[in-house]
């Protein structure tokens, strides 16, 4: 069993040298670990238990060392008693030298590739003519190869049958094939595969490395451990690339090949001393790194002497530790505006809900939705053709639900196992919303168990409730899974699918209560269970009842093979632009040298002197003076007198020219980047009282040229700090109480929960903003720094909300604020809209 920190095993201490039989030492017995030195012992246990470790089989984060080994070892304990044993080997060779990306599609391809395979000893469900089951085993397997016509097109494929046992009955065998053969959904689960891969397969730290068998399960199955000589050779150039990375030095064997496994140097863990300290400021930050990138394991010996010298050398300013007391710096952070137009419970899950249907716009079919849009046609309860919008948004998550072949659905409704969640730590974003509150979490459901052939049955024992009609909804005219493949949404008629899987929701504890609630409305006793009767009543639901049922539908998209698909192929996209801006910066570099090479041949034309109307140019010599034209620089007036100079002057332009090219292809591969960058929303950062600011422009969301709104939410919003930041400000004695500052530096406008939002719509506010920031602080700095990178843009889709909205730019005396509103076009379009009004 491994443990992970940052990715990285967390591998044992070497045990003490010059150790004597009779000397005293202090033990870890989870470990192996032993200690000469009581101190070294506290340091290594201090280590062992902050919350930072990884589980290397479920991937769950933010535990102690030995909760993370307590965790593997109950999970391979459940892995060796559920996980067929049959197939552990079959899959394993299958695993073996795969260099496929992302965990998670190739468990998607390992389940459907073996979800029809059986293989002999295998215990598993056959299902008889009278639609009972029985539990048989695989005693023989035979396979038919697919045969192919003269025409070369292929008239079968593959088939296999079986001769199986029956349990129950010994001795009583007969033949069946794959199609009546299933297995337990206890036995043959994604999270099962995904847990056995991680226990028996190893990975290499770069990109495209293959999955390897370990040795133990390669000589248990038998499978063949000589890697590829092309994947070899991938290996070899991969480690060498690293160890330059690192600063290594190359010792490879006679060979030429690294040797796998070996101890990294410990030339780089030299501190600098006396006389040798670097003076520079660059050179002591360079002299402080004490343990090589990406060792996980701290060393011991030297530990006190090394924090001393980092602690000295990197010193960083606490924001709580300043007061601001400067002339030139604003003491008051300006108010934000609280108007929600939401209530502050529900504001979060209106976040949720719109940045995953713009996020995901692409894979949906929909336009780009501004928030003020989104809040808009959610309050239109008329009827479904009032708002297109509306109806677009069910209906695009309503197909998301459907495989691309139009025969099943991608997720189960409801889940099979609503407490079977397994996802890694580099994917947790993935279905988490970072602004979400507990009260809004996503629907934790294996992701994929209908489309898989799983049986869409769930564990939950109920009797039918008598205060709606929903489950005479559920059947109507064919029932809504029939409805909903076939995709009938024309005239509102999408509003019953949607109430059935509302009721086959009821049950899951997350959505009980609020569908216990709605179901009434939505199939009451006293109507039909009509098409009518669900138009009737889903329409005329209050706006905020529907945000919470487009919130269920998001969340069982959220989880379902559709996102993962697209997060996928965001990933790919993303490497490829990613090389592509590598490559470019290649490619600039010496294409900058040599330019920088030709402007000093260039000078030497241009002789220091002062210049008015006319420029003197000396040539070899023999000095030149030529008049400045208006729409002429001196260097194409030499150029036409100059063969010399010509030709270096053409030689400059196309440099500049290819230069030109390479920013804008590693602009556009960065603007690229960011658009697909999908996994989850980012902070810009949080200031001193740990209150959080957004802009969710700011994930390279890009307005169509088709779309009513030039913006999407035109607004930074602030957010109130977590409760565990909330604790540690109210525990923080530095000074003045943090109660009383917050109220002075926010003037009176304080937030303490996460569920408080405020924002600011006026570029002046946020010029405000940035001055009242601290420039030496930890977390002011950095959002100082991005407000500052990011203003141009946040005032742009500020003035286009503004425009779009017709809301008037002014500042707090009411004037029009010049200097908010740059391009004068846009001023002039605001006056113009206010003359309009005025008449």
């Not at 440099?655 to 902070?683: F, H, T, Y």
């Amino acid at each position: 069993m491994v443990v992970y920190l940052k990715r990285k095993p967390v591998l044992p201490l070497p045990p003490p040298e010059n150790l004597n039989d009779d000397d005293e030492v202090w033990i870890i017995p989870e470990t192996g670990e032993y200690f000469k030195s009581y101190d070294d012992y506290l340091q290594r246990m201090d280590f062992y238990t902050k919350p930072q470790f990884i589980c290397g089989i479920t991937g769950h984060c933010e535990l102690t060392y030995f909760d993370a080994l307590k965790s593997e070892a109950r999970q391979l304990n459940e892995l060796h008693k559920y996980f067929p044993e049959p197939l552990k080997g079959p899959l394993l060779r299958r695993v073996q030298w795969c260099t496929t990306g992302r965990i998670t599609a190739l468990v998607d391809d390992l389940y459907d590739t073996f979800l029809q395979d059986f293989f002999p000893g295998e215990i598993v469900l056959m299902s008889l003519e009278s639609d009972a089951r029985v539990e048989v085993i695989i005693r023989e397997k035979a396979t038919l190869n697919s045969f192919t016509s003269s025409n070369n097109n292929t008239t079968a494929s593959s088939i296999s049958r079986y001769r199986v046992e029956h349990i129950t009955v010994p001795g009583k065998e007969e033949t069946a094939e794959g199609s009546q053969l299933h297995r337990d959904s206890r036995n043959y689960t994604k999270s099962l595969i995904r847990w056995f891969i991680k226990t028996a397969t190893t990975r290499a730290a770069y990109s495209g490395a293959p999955y390897v068998v370990r040795p133990e399960y390669a000589e248990k199955y038998n499978i063949n451990t000589e890697m590829p000589e092309r994947l070899a050779r991938e290996e070899q150039e991969a480690m060498k690339r690293l160890r330059r990375r690192n600063h290594i030095p190359d010792d490879d064997d006679a060979s030429g090949g690294p040797k796998r496994g070996r101890k990294k140097t410990e030339a780089k863990d030299e501190i600098p001393s006396g006389d040798n300290e670097p003076k520079t400021k660059k050179a002591r930050l360079k002299g402080s790194k004490i343990t090589l990138k990406g060792d996980a394991t701290p060393k011991v010996n030297g530990s006190a002497e090394r924090e001393h010298y980092s602690k000295r050398q990197l010193r960083v300013l606490e924001d709580l530790e300043t007061w601001p007391v400067t002339a030139k710096v604003v003491n008051v952070r300006p108010k934000p505006n609280l108007d929600l137009e939401i209530s502050k419970d529900l504001f979060p899950r209106s976040l949720e809900i719109w940045d995953y249907l713009n996020t995901f716009r692409i894979p949906l079919n929909l336009s780009p939705i501004c928030y003020d849009d989104f809040l808009e046609c959610l309050k239109v309860s008329v009827g479904p053709s009032v708002c297109e919008l509306f109806d677009e948004i069910f209906c695009a998550l309503l197909t998301a639900m459907i495989l691309p072949n139009k025969k099943d659905l991608s997720v189960s409704i409801p889940p099979v196992n609503f407490a079977d969640v397994d996802m890694d730590a580099s994917e947790q974003g993935t279905a988490d919303s970072r602004y979400s509150t507990p009260e809004a979490s996503s629907v934790a459901s294996d992701s994929s168990a209908t489309s898989n052939g799983e049986s869409p049955t769930s564990d939950y024992s109920y009797t039918e409730s008598v205060t709606h009609k929903g489950s005479a909804m559920k059947k109507y005219r064919g029932g809504w899974r029939s409805r909903l493949l076939k995709e009938q949404y024309r005239g509102g008629a999408w509003a019953i699918i949607v109430i059935s899987i509302i009721v086959e929701m009821e049950h899951v504890p997350e959505y009980s209560e609020f569908c216990e609630k709605i179901l009434p409305k939505l199939a009451p006793l006293s109507m039909p269970e009509t098409l009518d009767t669900a138009r009737t009543t889903f329409f005329g639901l209050e706006w905020e009842e529907k945000l919470l049922i487009l919130g269920i539908l998001v969340d069982i998209v959220r989880v379902s093979s559709f996102t993962r698909t697209y997060l996928e192929y965001c990933l790919e996209e993303s490497t490829k632009y990613r090389k592509e801006r590598i490559e470019s910066l290649r490619v600039l570099k010496p294409l900058q040298d040599e330019l920088a090479a030709l402007e000093k041949e260039k000078q030497s034309f241009f002789p220091d002197e002062e210049q008015n109307n006319e420029d003197n140019i000396s040539d070899g010599g023999v000095k030149v003076r030529l008049r400045s034209h208006a729409n002429e620089s001196p260097e194409e007036a030499l150029a036409k007198s100059n063969v010399e100079f010509s030709n270096l002057w053409g030689k400059y332009k196309e440099l500049k020219d290819k230069i030109d090219e390479c920013n804008q292809i590693m602009e556009s591969a960065e603007n690229r980047v960011r658009c697909l960058d999908a996994q989850r929303s980012r902070i810009l950062g949080r200031d001193r009282f740990f209150n959080t600011y957004w802009w969710f422009e700011g994930r390279g969301f890009e307005p169509e040229e088709n779309s009513h709104a030039e913006y999407f939410m035109g607004r930074l919003w602030v957010q109130g700090p977590s409760e565990s930041s909330a604790e540690y400000l109210l525990k923080n004695n530095s000074g003045i109480p943090v109660t009383k500052r917050k109220a002075i530096e926010e003037d009176g406008v304080s937030f303490w929960t996460p569920l408080e939002w405020g924002y600011y719509d006026k570029v002046s506010q946020i010029k405000e903003l940035i001055q009242w920031l601290n420039p030496w602080g930890k977390r002011e700095s950095k959002l100082r720094r991005e407000l500052t990178n990011y203003l141009p843009e946040i005032e742009k889709s500020i003035l286009e909300r503004s425009i779009y909205l017709d809301i008037e730019m002014e500042d707090e005396d009411g004037d029009t604020d010049e200097d908010d509103v740059e391009p004068a076009t846009k001023s002039e379009e605001l006056e113009m809209k206010k003359e309009k009004d005025e008449e």
